[in-house]
């Protein structure tokens, strides 16, 4: 075992090495630092102890990032050799599952930390800037770290869990969205505790009780602030360093031991039908059926969307949101405070955050599956253009998101004081048309990337965009047309303004389509 | 311009015509040129990296020639690209499937987007799955059949348009005996049907039996482009003949050397086999054979010594894995 899982870890690192690219990103990341650092001191003229202000952005950044990419890039260390059927090879070279799962995930648990480690001593520097002091910097890198182990090995295990990698992604943003609001309910439930008269004198009352406080410090984003606090000086080792690393170890030994029964038994290639059944079941109503008369709509729609089975779903999931949003808001003195009057703003936002998410998750799948399957060039030789095959496969996916959709308008019928006029005036707003565009940019560049990389297409989009905004002449200009006393809306008025945003959404979304189709060409050749 | 005959000649379906390609600065293509004839098994032989995927992919209109011209049925792949692809069907080295779709989906997507009307897709998929014998399996999905089934399901998708010509980039390769047979006889019910097929292969044998015709590309470079008759004479400088005797005799060798116009004899390596090459320009097989005779040898053979596309394979190609 040792032997394979050196040979893997060799490998890895040796690959890391050669890539220039890795290089680059993190020459890119410690150029960023430096910047930051450099605005620090121009800050020290007229701000007194700039250095917790440059060390906090710097800490918030690789919480984020590690959150952000660390996802997907941890969630692909099994996938990619299901996908690949390149297990059984790793089984047969003498790899046993600790072999192949340490080999796996130690090499990109170091990759990271590396990235971590590189800062640090321009993180001292922050300390010459005055107003944060070493052992912050040596406790927020510690956290981050543990987090680091948490994150790789919750991904690991949705790794030996799933069959694909975006499930495997997909699955570890939701368990670390749980880890993310767990101590603002832990906090919740303790103040309601004690509110009803628990105290810590009665033991098993003070057993849960600790276990709260537990679950309130075991969030990493809740231990940076309090590191972020001047005069901090507790522990470096804190419960969240413990349970987070515990917690690691945990889901290690959980992939450890699902890795025979869910990997060996996996279906070949990583490909699953989901939620779609065939015509020959009981259930054939809901099977994706005949070809429509537009088969890349349907395909899309069948098979990236989810088909009927899963338009279902998310309608009774959505409607059982609802339910539930209402429900709360009756409860009295209810967790979030909400009021029958929150309902229409609360579910709006879920909804709008559910059209969102689904609407990536489409975006990073709608081509990248095709090149994943080797099914480019065959599209490619059908006598149908790329755009035509391009917009089809996205109208298939826009039908995908109909219960989303549905369930925003909705939602937008129950905001108070909500009136058609507001609605029309709503509509030609041009800010509110900058953020479609900023958000239909996003997808697109999801859409590019997911043609360049293997996996992680949506966090290196998230991650792009920073650049891609400061850098795109688009945004100078919206700032021109858009909001603010000097902009076109008041000078021209908002018809205007809004107008020439479609134009510029028109013409960027234009770009980025240019680009695609360039992409699928070659794609569809190699 | 359609594929009819014009008078005696008929029109060539595939006309590749000093076509130069390049990757990088590496060529793949030096100036190729062949032609294909309509109704025929034309097979597309060389090393690996020899530019045979190349081609294929100029041929089927997916990649652009960077130099020459590239004619199917008469129609530019550059130009006419529409036109071109209405009447092919290209079968790519990989199985190009989707996966998580059953045998009948996949075929109907592709049906479809033919623009095959909803009557007709039913009749054409039951035709292509009786063809590849998939119609059993048509419920199954693709992820769980076997290799040969999808190499099956694929053709299937590939005739789904009925095209004319079919191009196929190595579609025995990784498949077991059976499937690889089996594969063959679809080949040769597809021809006995008027489709000419373009096929791309490492499986020499197969080919030499199926093949009308053959292009041997080697460096980017065709060796040979012709019929397979023409393949097994044409490369010796001499007439080469077979001369096989009831047993091995003594000195045998240097006494056919001596007859006229003989230039080089020599034996098949363990058994009483002679091959013979002469000089046109003084003697004739019946010449040869005459004079063979008087040699009072015990004959029980004499046969063209036609050499298998094996051998003129590596004959034409060079050494190594490139």
Redesign the interface.
Known sequence: MYYGLLALLTRALRLDARQLRNHLFRLAFVGFIYLCLLWASIQSGFLGAPGLSFFSQIAWLNAMFITCAGIGFFSSAITEEKEEETIGLLQMAGLDHLGILLGKSTSRLIQVMLLLVVQFPFMLLAVTLGGVTTLQIVAAYVDLMAYTVLLANVALLCSVVFQRGGTAAAYTTLLMLIYAIAPRYAAFQKTSLIAMGWTKSVWWQSRILDCLDWMEESCVFYQLMEVMTTGFAKPILTRQVGSNILGGLLCFGLAWLLFGPRVNNA???G????A?V???SRMKFLS?G???????I??DFQ?IGGGYLLLAGKLAVYGALFLGIVATSLTPQNWFGWTLNDVGPVYCQCMLGALALEACVSASRIFHDEIR???M????????SIPYIGYSKAIGCIMGLGPAALGFALSLNMLTGMTYSKLVTGILDPRLWAAIMTFLIFLHLIALLSLFVKWGALPAAFFLMGPVSTCCPVWQLLLVVGPGPNGLASIWGELPATITVWILTGLVCFVFQMMIAARLQEL??K | MSNATNGSSPQPIIEVDDVVHSFKGRRALDHVSFKVMPKSLHGFVGPNGAGKTTSL?II????CPQFGVVKVFGHDVVDEQ?LV??K?G?M?D?????????V??YL????????LA?AQ?TRVIDEVLALTDMDGRK?D?I?GLSRGMQQRTSLA?VLVNDPDLLLLDEPASGLDPRARIELMDILKALRSMGKTIFISSHILPELAELCDSVTIIDKGKVMYSGTMSGLQTSTNEYPTWRVTLATEVDGIIDRIKTLRGVVDADQVEGRPDYRVSYDWALTDTNNLLRSLLELDVPIVGFTEDKRHLNDAFMDLTTKGVK
């Open positions: 279906a070949p290639g490909v699953s039908r989901g779609l065939k015509s020959t994706p005949r070809c429509w008369s537009n088969p890349f349907w395909k098979f399957l080797q099914t060039s065959a599209l490619l030789m059908m006598p149908r569809g050749t | 992919k089927c209109t997916l990649l529409k692809r209405r092919i290209f790519p990989h199985f190009s499937t989707y996966r998580q779709m059953t009948y989906e109907d997507f592709f049906a479809a987007a033919y623009g909803f897709r419920n999905l992820s998708r």
